[in-house]
């Protein structure tokens, strides 16, 4: 596709659902990148994948957070057992290497009730 | 203390009105450094990627960076209520460091 792509744009949790937000990148794009954007903050870093290596998690909040990117392509960000401090917008960013211009998809709102 | 800081704003100019956004950083280590646009209720759109210090321009955006002073700013010219959004600074070793982002708003 000619961008980042993210599904769902919208969820809705009942606190203790576990959910799985979806990121396609653009094609041939080796780095992926997921970010916590809490309303009226920046981006927040949460992990990085270099093709199907997951290089960094540091920023995962809890052992409730789990990525995996199988094959190097799809990404999907795994929340368990959602609390209400886990509302938030996810944005998935790519790139060609890691120090290169990152493209961000247009992010899933995650909203727990 | 976070690695990028960022006035919030909000930010209101009149038309036309030259808009002055800026960073400042802590981490000597980065090297990139960029300028986001975020529309309401959409992701982050890249609008300026330097390397270095010193000044780099895009028809009306003009980004600079003082490494020494740890500082970068973005200027936008000829401001157009279409620049209304969020314009977030972001910082790059292999991830991306965000500021909170300020809000700026230019009316018609």
């Known amino acids: 596709g000619a961008g980042v792509s993210q599904s769902p744009r919208y969820k809705v949790a009942k606190r203790g659902q576990d959910v799985a937000l979806r990121c396609d990148p653009i094609s041939g794009h080796v780095s992926l990148f997921w970010y916590q954007q809490a309303l009226g903050q920046g981006p927040e870093f949460l992990t990085y994948f270099q093709n199907e290596a997951q290089l960094d998690k540091s920023g995962l909040p809890s052992d409730r957070f789990f990525a995996e990117r199988p094959e190097g392509s799809v990404s999907t960000l795994k929340i368990q057992r959602t609390q209400q401090e886990d509302s938030a917008v996810y944005l998935c960013?790519?790139?060609?290497?890691?120090?290169?211009?990152?493209?961000f998809g247009q992010g899933t709102r995650l909203t727990v009730v | 203390q976070k690695e990028v800081e960022q006035d919030p704003g909000p930010l209101s100019v009149p038309e036309g009105a030259i808009v002055s956004l800026n960073c400042t950083y802590s981490?000597?280590?980065?090297?990139?450094f960029m300028w986001y646009r975020q529309y309401s209720r959409k992701g982050p759109e890249l609008l300026m990627y330097?390397?270095?210090?010193g000044n780099k321009e895009d028809g009306r955006f003009t980004a600079q960076v003082d490494k020494s002073s740890k500082y970068i700013s973005l200027f936008i010219r000829d401001s157009q209520p279409s620049d209304s959004a969020t314009y977030l600074c972001?910082?790059?070793?292999?991830?991306?460091?965000f500021g909170a982002g300020t809000t700026v708003t230019v009316r018609a």
């Open positions: 972001a910082m790059n070793d292999y991830k991306l460091s």
């Open positions: 981490n000597s280590a980065f090297q990139y």
């Open positions: 330097t390397y270095s210090s």
């Open positions: 960013a790519s790139s060609l290497y890691a120090a290169a211009e990152a493209f």
